[in-house]
């Protein structure tokens, strides 16, 4: 996955282009898509810290690293 200036870039394994999605003035990324067939995808989580962003609904490592403070969640300093 690649973010730009004003879109997000998905690439498969083989850095296909998958799918791009524009950055909306909320600064989300908004897609509409049409199943065809359904696939059964995986991801990989290599550090701890995106692990607790998924976990506390994609919350901002700012936060996080208050949370981790307190000692309410394991974040590492960036």
């Keep these: 996955m690649k973010v730009e200036a004003q879109a997000m870039k998905v690439f498969d394994s083989k ?3 998958i799918l791009k999605a524009p950055l909306s003035k909320q600064r989300t990324f908004k897609i509409n898509i049409s199943v065809i067939e359904d696939k059964c995808l995986i991801s990989e989580v290599k550090s701890e810290n995106w692990l607790w962003h998924q976990r ?3 919350i901002n490592f700012k936060d996080l690293n208050m949370l981790s403070e307190k000692k309410w969640c394991k974040v590492y300093q960036r």
């Design 56 to 58: 506390y609904g994609h």
């Design 15 to 17: 850095n296909r282009l």
